[in-house]
Nanobody
Framework: QVQLVESGGGLVQAGGSLRLSCAAS????????MAWYRQAPGKQRELVAS???????NTADSVKGRFTISRDNDKNTVYLQMNSLKPEDTAVYYC????????????????WGQGTLVTVSS
């Protein structure tokens, strides 16, 4: 009933920028926290940044000052602006959201996107 669709990944040179987008769709009453995670080859998935419905956000130390998370509540969309990219930022980036569905039987669900690959070349 609810899904997340990511876009914006790709190949970029070190020092470059990319902007990821993630749009939620379906029978949504409200979206609580939205977040970006990433998983590099051979590594565990890690939290990159999160943002609440009121706009308060947290960013991992490894990307602080380079990545910025934002959201447009009217569009049910979260963004990740990535600047000064480094080869170690190469990973599959996943969108995650805590969503309250309109269907009270469904209630609260945690939803993941399909992932988008970001590759940073040196």
């Amino acid at each position: 009933q609810v899904q997340l669709v990511e876009s914006g990944g790709g190949l970029v040179q070190a020092g470059g920028s990319l902007r990821l987008s993630c749009a939620a769709s379906g029978s949504i009453f409200s979206i609580l926290v939205m977040a970006w995670y990433r998983q590099a080859p051979g590594k565990q998935r890690e939290l990159v940044a999160s943002i609440g419905s009121g706009g308060s956000s947290n960013t991992a130390d490894s990307v602080k000052g380079r990545f910025t998370i934002s959201r447009d509540n009217d569009k049910n969309t979260v963004y990740l602006q990535m600047n000064s990219l480094k080869p170690e930022d190469t990973a599959v980036y996943y969108c995650n959201a805590g969503i309250v569905a309109k269907d009270k039987v469904v209630g609260y669900v945690e939803v993941w996107g399909q992932g988008t690959l970001v590759t940073v070349s040196s």
